[in-house]
């Protein structure tokens, strides 16, 4: 198994940039796509952006491409979403997650979140 521990949220002003980082443990090498979700208030949890673990290929929800970047660190174990220009609609829950290499999505493990709250 694997132990995804996400940092980073708190309360920010629109504008500003945030970085959210997710540190897996355990059993990394199980796992191969690493995403983020946010669930903004009364929302459903939806994907934000992914990460292949060894070829770093990227994925990308339509509606943050422009400000939000997925990036990984290795050597850390760690997977950083870095966000610029925060927006009102940025607040939520924010999410890591990862698909292993057997089971795919059907055995996805998840996080506790971080909760970001964007203020005007």
């Known amino acids: 198994q694997v132990q995804l521990v996400e940092s980073g949220g708190g309360l920010v002003q629109a504008g500003d940039s945030l970085r959210l980082s997710c540190t897996a443990s355990?059993?990394?090498?199980?796992?191969?796509?690493i995403m983020w979700f946010r669930q903004g208030p009364g929302k459903g949890r939806d994907f934000v952006a992914g990460?292949?673990?060894?070829?770093?290929?990227?994925d990308y929800a339509g509606s943050v491409k422009s400000r939000f970047t997925i990036a990984r660190d290795q050597a850390d174990s760690t997977e950083n979403l870095n966000i610029t220009n925060l927006k009102l609609e940025d607040t939520g829950s924010y999410y890591c997650?990862?698909?292993?290499?057997?089971?795919?999505?059907?055995?996805?493990?998840w996080g506790k979140g971080t909760l970001v709250t964007v203020k005007a």
């Open positions: 355990g059993r990394t090498l199980d796992y191969y796509y």
């Open positions: 990460i292949k673990w060894k070829g770093g290929s990227q």
């Open positions: 997650a990862g698909d292993p290499n057997v089971g795919g999505s059907r055995h996805r493990v």
